[in-house]
């Protein structure tokens, strides 16, 4: 492959997109070569995987980038990953092996230029792009320049859209209708990319909203699972803590059901010793909620873990609850049945097609039912143990890493071939 030093990539796209810089180190790129001798030519040496991170500091956009740089690099791939976007830049807790993360708020409202993407292309550093729920102007650059691409659409964020437009007041929609005003953009640039580079999703259900809300034909979109790290996120020896329930809030907006879980536990206090523990920063609005819930010794909030504090946090509580209103797919979800924890979730998205009969579905804003499960559970230690079977099995059989690692280069090689043969049918035209 091709020899290459440091390097610079920069992607300046209106509308919250793009200033990222992937830097590669020529040793590390000689030794992940010279790593694998079976590797075949056709193979992908360099992968460069343009990821446009979202409100949260750390959500699963952000944990499938990381898993990737892990698999990749394991697999013999030098992988590169630029972070961009609006709320870099912030400390990664993992690193993969190969990987460099460069996250720079720069540019994050700029002006398209493909200068960087001519960078890219002249000095031959990569084999595949990747790009990683950006859908910016930018990709289409990318294709036309003739580097392969292949672009993962984890949801349409039309469908966070609509969610938090309906529970904002009059002023508050309005603006949020102008932050939203790279949605648009998303569809389109989707709809252009379809059919002609590799468009990955986690679901069915991420699919078809795909295609209804992006207007993108079925057979456009290829489903590969979110995976989880399970020599990370697994059953601990040490007890469970009497009573500890544990929720992973990415982002507080009101698509993540906090509101629903606050209420319920709320209900759930009165006769049990439960206590919750949150995941994530609470918004002013959660704050408030959990005061008028008198929660303040019953709710903890946390953010800033280490990976292996986090993971024995989840390993550590007796259940585990996904309220959302809406997921994609829920990688938290996975991470609860990874770490043996019985798990509760919303019946909406692909949350059922995710957690199959390891979970407890509950119908989505409804604290009312979702405190009588809790208490239910809470009561029926070989409930929790049933569901905790199931869930490990699960893990074990569907989001193994190393599978979905292997699925996703193919999509790469596929994209490598028929980049190679719209360049020979160009070349035999101009002949």
Known sequence: MWDHGRWRLAYVV?????????VAAQEHHHHA??????????????????????????HEHDMSAMEHGHDMAAMGHDHETAMSGQYGPYPMSREASGTAWQPDRAGHHGIHTMRGSWMLMLHGMTDVVHDNQGLGYAMLGV????????????????VDKRIDL??????????????????????????????????????????????????????HVHIIPLGVDTRIFRP????RVPGRIVAVASADSPIKGTGTLLRAVGKLVTDTDAHLIIVGQPAPVTERLAAQLTLADRVTFTHGLSDEAFSALLASAEMAVVPSLYEGFSLPAVEHMASGTPLVASRTGALPEVT????????????????????????????????????????????AWPAVAQ?????????????????TRKGQAEC
């Open 14 to 22: 209106a509308a919250a997109l793009a200033f990222a810089r992937p």
């Open 33 to 58: 070569a010279s790593a694998d001798t079976t590797r075949t030519a056709a193979e992908p040496d360099s992968v460069v995987h343009h990821h446009h991170d979202a409100p949260a500091p750390v």
């Open 407 to 423: 699925a996703t280069v193919g999509q790469y090689l596929a994209a490598m071939e028929r980049q190679a043969a719209r360049t």
């Open 356 to 399: 199959g009969n390891a979970a407890v579905l509950v119908t989505p804003g409804e604290d009312e039912e979702l405190a009588a499960v809790l208490r239910r559970l809470y009561h029926s230690p070989a409930e929790r143990a049933a569901l905790a079977d199931r869930g490990l099995r699960r893990v074990r059989e569907r989001f």
């Open 236 to 239: 601990r020896p040490s007890p």
């Open 166 to 219: 309906a529970s904002s007041g009059r002023l508050a929609a309005l603006n949020k209708r102008r932050w939203y005003g790279f949605v648009r953009m998303q569809a389109r640039v989707a709809r252009r990319l379809a059919g002609t580079v590799p468009l990955i999703t986690v679901s069915e259900s991420s699919r078809d909203d795909i295609c209804r809300d992006f207007r993108v034909q079925p057979e």
């Open 143 to 158: 294709r036309r320049l003739g580097l392969p691409l292949v672009t993962s659409i984890h949801h349409p964020i039309s």
